[in-house]
C-alpha cells in the first residue's frame, strides 16, 4: 500500500517537464494516471515506459486542448479507462516568446485562453459533476501573476483566469471534501523555460533565488502530490509559490 493506492488521476501535459515528473511522481505514490500530450506521441511513450519500469501505471492520451470539445473528451476517456476520476492536475498550458500588449494579437491571446483557462474551466466544470468526495484538484499557474513581467500579456492573463477558477472552486466543492489549490513555479529548468530565455536569462534567474539555482521539475511535483495526499486535507483555495524563495 502507498499513499495514492487505488486513486485514479488526470494530469494534463504529462509528456514532458513539470507534467512528466507528476505523473511520475503520482504513479510511484500508487495512483493509476492518464495524462495528455499534445504533439509529442514518443515523449509520451517515455513516460508510459518509465512509470511501466517502476512497477506503475500511467497511459497517455493525445488531446490538444486548444481544441473545442478536447477538454471533456479527455475526462470521458479517463472516466472509461479509470473509473471515478479523484485527482485532476491541470498542468498543461501555452507559452510564447515574450509579446508585448501592443503585439499581442487575437489570435495568441485566445489560445492563451482556449488552452490555459478554458481547458482548465471544462476540465474542473467536469470534475465539479462527477468527482467523488475527498477528490484533489491542483492547477499550476506562475509566479508571473505575483511578479508581473514585460511581455507576459496573455499568458498571465490566462494565469490569473486559472486562479481565481480554482479560488472560487475551493469555496462551491469544499462542502463535499473536495480540495482546489494552485501551484505557482518559479523558473523551472524545462524545455518551456529553455525556448523562452537565454542562458544569461537562466543564470540571473537562478541568482536572484534565495536558494540560489533553478527549479527542478521534482521540486514542482512533490509539492502537487502533496496535495493531491491525504496530509493536504486541510488545505484548500491556497496559491503556493514553489518558487526557491524568489517572489
Ligand atoms: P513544457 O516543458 O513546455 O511542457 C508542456 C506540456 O504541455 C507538454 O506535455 C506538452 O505536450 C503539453 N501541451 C502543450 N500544449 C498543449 C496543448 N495545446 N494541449 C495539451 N497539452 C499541451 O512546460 P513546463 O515548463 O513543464 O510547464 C508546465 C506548467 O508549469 C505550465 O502550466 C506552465 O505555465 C507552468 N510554469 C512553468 C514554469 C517554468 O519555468 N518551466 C514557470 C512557471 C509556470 P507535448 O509534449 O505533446 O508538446
Known sequence: MTVLSGRKAVVTGGSRGIGRAIV????????????????????AAEVEKAVAELGGAAHAVRADLAEPGAAERLMREAEERLGAVDILVNNA?????PAGLADTDDELYDRAMAVNAKAVFLTMRHA??????????????????????????AYVASKGALEQ???????ELGPRGITVNTVSPGATDTDLLRGTNSEENLAMAAALTPLRRLGQPSDVADVVAFLS????????????LVTGGLA
Open 24 to 43: 511520475e511522481r503520482l504513479a510511484r505514490d500508487g495512483a493509476q494516471v492518464v495524462f495528455t500530450y499534445a504533439e509529442n506521441a514518443g515523449a
Open 93 to 97: 498550458a501555452l507559452t510564447f516568446a
Open 128 to 153: 465539479a459533476r462527477h468527482m467523488p468526495d475527498g477528490g484533489r484538484i491542483v492547477n499550476i499557474s506562475t509566479l508571473n501573476t505575483v511578479r508581473p513581467a514585460p511581455g507576459t500579456t
Open 165 to 171: 477558477l480554482t479560488a472560487v472552486a475551493a469555496q
Open 229 to 240: 495526499g491525504p496530509d493536504a486535507r486541510w488545505v484548500t483555495g491556497q496559491n503556493i
